[in-house]
T-cell receptor
Framework: NAGVMQNPRHLVRRRGQEARLRCSPMKGHSHVYWYRQLPEEGLKFMVYLQKENIIDESGMPKERFSAEFPKEGPSILRIQQVVRGDSAAYFC?????????????FGSGTQLSVL | QKEVEQDPGPLSVPEGAIVSLNCTYSNSAFQYFMWYRQYSRKGPELLMYTYSSGNKEDGRFTAQVDKSSKYISLFIRDSQPSDSATYLCATWGSGNTGKLIFGQGTTLQVKP
């Protein structure tokens, strides 16, 4: 887990509010991945980004969810108009090269609770 | 059929026991397999990374891949209470998409 920084660790939102989750990859890593873990479930892929590009967003819900990884600054996962079903742990991982068969190192996650 | 299946447990063993954790997968094209350990309220920590069939050993941990039966295993020797965690198997999906496919995770408790 060393190096991939996520904040905040815990985020509480009321239904209808926006949630912004941040991920700073390990130094030298330009590829970022977001995963979601619902209670009692394994991790599910959401989106894969490279600097300024979305490579694969096939796991991301079509509505209310968006992700970016700007040239400068952390990657942001944004959830608009949150609902209770969005309550989950969101994990970010990074790699220095494109995804294929790389080792992924994960951050400590953001626990989102929607009231 | 799920692409990766894992018995969620829980699995409870006495300290010092040998633990066997297992997963099956559906796609014979999968070649890279990983085991992650996840403590409560923490991120997954990469334990083992293997390619194709065979065994890989690291300290008390041995990862085994049997491609003929699409079966992967993690063995923990001399288990310790500190090994109590959820263990997740994972494999890369097809293509260069960044999609790691995880099993549901097996919760292990090692009792002193």
């Amino acid at each position: 887990n060393a190096g991939v920084m996520q904040n905040p660790r815990h985020l509480v939102r009321r239904r209808g509010q926006e949630a912004r989750l941040r991920c700073s990859p390990m130094k030298g890593h330009s590829h970022v991945y977001w995963y979601r873990q619902l209670p009692e479930e394994g991790l599910k892929f959401m989106v894969y980004l490279q600097k300024e590009n979305i490579i694969d967003e096939s796991g991301m819900p079509k509505e209310r969810f968006s992700a970016e990884f700007p040239k400068e600054g952390p990657s942001i996962l944004r959830i608009q108009q949150v609902v209770r079903g969005d309550s989950a742990a969101y994990f970010c991982a990074s790699s220095p090269r494109p995804a294929a068969n790389e080792k992924l190192f994960f951050g400590s996650g953001t626990q989102l609770s929607v009231l | 059929q799920k692409e990766v299946e894992q018995d969620p447990g829980p699995l409870s063993v006495p300290e010092g026991a040998i633990v066997s954790l297992n997963c099956t997968y559906s796609n014979s094209a999968f070649q890279y397999f990983m085991w992650y350990r996840q403590y409560s309220r923490k991120g997954p920590e990469l334990l083992m990374y293997t390619y194709s069939s065979g065994n890989k050993e690291d300290g008390r941990f041995t990862a085994q891949v049997d491609k003929s039966s699409k079966y992967i295993s993690l063995f923990i020797r001399d288990s310790q209470p500190s090994d109590s965690a959820t263990y997740l198997c994972a494999t890369w999906g097809s293509g260069n998409t960044g999609k790691l496919i995880f099993g549901q995770g097996t919760t292990l408790q090692v009792k002193p």
